[in-house]
């Protein structure tokens, strides 16, 4: 299976995944460079990385080949030493951006600088393990990069309440986009999560009582999420509501929660990652918010309200964070328990 985008790369470059597997035991000192990058690739993929992470890395490395391999050059693995990797991240702190509406304006960020080290810090580890001649992965340092403010991304309840309100829900693309972002408001989601749900984990068997509510949609669900973990997220009563709606309204017998109108190669019609960033950036421009809204937005603004309503320590369960600290960074305006005591304290 491939995850090449051949990007960055001359017409016919070989792609970094293939079908052909590259036995690790065969990778020496003389094997081109490449390989090792493919190789290791393949060990993400056996390791269960998930299929948005690899084309990522993929992206890192190969904007590392392409700087080694700069005139014809076919480095070999031995030939890959400290100051060629540090002329690299000198390259990564130098270069534009490549894509957005800010490309060729700005340079990357020491945020995004530092994605790219991390997959070339992986790369080596696993040439480590390999013993193979490659440099110690701790000598790539990593930049300096600011702590994201939480009100980057932080929504208020009226701004909230104006993006929901303001999708015309008077045909079924609209239902959709209210129920989806009804779904990732409630949940705290992330939107990989979201779009990998089926149906049948919300939708009570025909058989199942009907809740008092009258709603046939469960209240809890199950998703699997970043870090191949599972974790339980629940729904508000408004979230069902719109899930209902949603879903008696569709006709097919497509297994997934979302769908779209076009057909993937494996014959399903579940909605992809960028279909649902789209639906939520244009209900935001409908409703006139100058934010440029994404899904993650709504996850920012789930765990703020978890964290006043209830406390951080249980925003911090109900997110699936592993620590407190991840926490702390999504919450808007300010840390709610330590205004609180502050309030209760100081006055």
């Known amino acids: 299976m491939g995850i090449t985008r051949e990007e960055g790369g001359p017409k016919g470059r070989k792609r970094l995944i293939s079908a052909d597997f590259i036995d690790p035991r065969d990778l020496g000192p003389n094997s081109p460079l490449r390989d090792l990058a493919r190789a290791y690739l393949q060990e993400l993929r056996d390791?269960?990385?998930?299929?948005?992470?690899?084309?990522?890395?993929?992206?890192?490395?190969?904007?590392?080949?392409?700087?080694?391999?700069?005139?014809?050059?076919?480095?070999?693995?031995?030939?890959?030493?400290?100051?060629?990797?540090?002329?690299?991240?000198?390259?990564?702190?130098?270069?534009?951006?490549?894509?957005?509406?800010?490309?060729?304006?700005?340079?990357?960020?020491?945020?995004?600088?530092?994605?790219?080290?991390?997959?070339?810090?992986?790369?080596?580890?696993?040439?480590?393990?390999?013993?193979?001649?490659?440099?110690?992965?701790?000598?790539?340092?990593?930049?300096?990069?600011?702590?994201?403010?939480?009100?980057?991304?932080?929504?208020?309840?009226?701004k909230l309440e104006r993006l929901l309100e303001t999708i015309d829900t008077s045909t079924d693309e609209g239902v959709r986009a209210r129920a989806l972002l009804e779904l990732l408001v409630a949940s705290g989601c992330r939107i990989s999560e979201v779009v990998g749900l089926e149906r049948a984990k919300l939708e009570l068997d025909r058989h199942a009582p009907t809740p008092p509510d009258g709603i046939r949609i469960v209240d809890e669900v199950t998703v699997f999420g970043k870090g191949s973990r599972y974790r339980r997220v629940f729904l508000t009563m408004r979230a069902r509501e719109w899930l209902q709606t949603y879903l008696r309204a569709r006709t097919d017998k497509d297994p997934a929660l979302f769908v779209t109108r076009r057909k993937k190669a494996g014959g399903s019609y579940r909605m992809g990652v960028k279909m649902a960033q789209t639906i939520v950036a244009g209900a935001a421009k409908r409703a006139g918010l100058a934010e440029n809204v994404s899904p993650h937005w709504l996850r920012h603004a789930a765990i703020t309200t978890w964290a006043k309503e209830m406390n951080v320590p249980a925003a911090q369960r109900l997110a699936g964070h592993r620590n407190v600290a991840t926490t702390s960074r999504y919450l808007g305006s300010t840390d709610a328990e330590l205004k609180e005591l502050y309030k209760k304290r100081i006055g």
Do not use: C, Q
């Not at 100051?83 to 991240?89: G, K, P, V």
């Not at 957005?100 to 304006?105: N, P, Q, S, V």
């Open 47 to 158: 390791k269960g990385r998930s299929e948005l992470t690899l084309p990522r890395y993929e992206r890192f490395l190969i904007e590392l080949l392409d700087f080694v391999e700069r005139d014809g050059a076919a480095p070999r693995i031995r030939d890959i030493d400290i100051r060629t990797l540090r002329a690299f991240s000198s390259h990564l702190a130098r270069r534009r951006l490549l894509a957005g509406r800010d490309a060729g304006k700005r340079p990357l960020s020491a945020a995004s600088r530092n994605l790219h080290l991390i997959a070339l810090r992986g790369l080596l580890k696993f040439g480590v393990l390999l013993d193979l001649p490659v440099p110690a992965p701790e000598k790539i340092e990593l930049a300096k990069a600011p702590e994201p403010s939480p009100d980057a991304r932080h929504l208020d309840g009226k």
